[in-house]
């Protein structure tokens, strides 16, 4: 398994707050993805990067912002939390390009905002 | 953008039946990746393939990339084949970006 850790797990949080969600990885690889999963509307890329403070937006960033400053670490940050933006949330990891190198997961966060 | 259109959207199996998924997209691709979700929520991934077919156990794929489709084989399948099958294309001028499906469904049943 690729070594690829989210936290927290789970987290139920209210309206207007702010959240912070952590992906570390032990693989040391240079492109780190944050996608969110919701029922009919499959995966989605919310930002990447493709390095230390290297970063760009995907299809849905809106309300969405992240940080890289070391290799291992990426952060998805929800500034004022919504009700919409309560999904499940997965970051991935590839070591080049996606259309280089294979895609892998974590186990993904629930969140609930209420 | 890229259109990945998934067949069937949902399907049950008896365990040690055969089935064929199906991914098509609507643009030339750099590469196609298929996924299984388990039923705990766990993306695994399966097959990284831009062309041509490889073989993993009872799980095969074909991406046949100038014709726009993709095929994955589970052969003689079993209760732990169950969840979401996904297809992720990557676009032609979109290197670092994957567009997914909205996945096949399998359920495998004793």
């Known amino acids: 398994d690729a070594g690829i850790t989210q936290s927290p797990r789970h987290k139920v949080t209210e309206t207007g707050t702010p959240v912070t969600l952590r992906c570390h990885q032990t693989e040391n690889h240079r492109y780190m993805y944050w996608y969110r999963q919701d029922p009919g509307h499959g995966l989605r890329l919310i930002h990447y990067?493709?390095?230390?403070?290297?970063?760009d937006k995907g299809e849905v960033s809106d309300g969405y912002s992240v940080s890289r400053s070391k290799t291992e670490d990426f952060l998805l940050t929800l500034e004022s939390a919504t009700s919409s933006q309560t999904s499940v949330y997965f970051c991935a990891i590839s070591g080049d390009r996606v259309t280089d190198s294979p895609l892998h997961f974590g186990n993904g966060t629930r969140l609930t905002v209420t | 953008g890229i259109q990945v259109e998934q067949s069937p959207p949902d399907l049950i199996l008896q365990e040690g039946a055969n089935s064929t998924l199906r991914c098509n997209f609507s643009?030339?691709?750099?590469?196609l990746q298929w996924f299984h979700q388990n039923p705990w929520g766990q993306l695994i991934n399966l097959f990284y393939?831009?062309?041509g077919t490889k073989q993993n156990g009872r799980l095969s794929a074909t991406t046949v990339a100038t014709e726009r489709y993709s095929l994955l084989y589970i052969s003689s399948s079993q209760t732990t084949d169950s969840g979401v099958y996904f297809c992720?294309?990557?676009?032609?001028?979109?290197?670092?970006?994957?567009?997914f499906g909205t996945g096949t469904r399998l359920q495998v049943t004793l």
């Open positions: 990067s493709y390095g230390v403070k290297d970063t």
């Open positions: 393939i831009p062309s």
């Open positions: 643009d030339s691709v750099n590469n």
């Open positions: 992720a294309v990557a676009g032609t001028g979109t290197a670092s970006k994957l567009t």
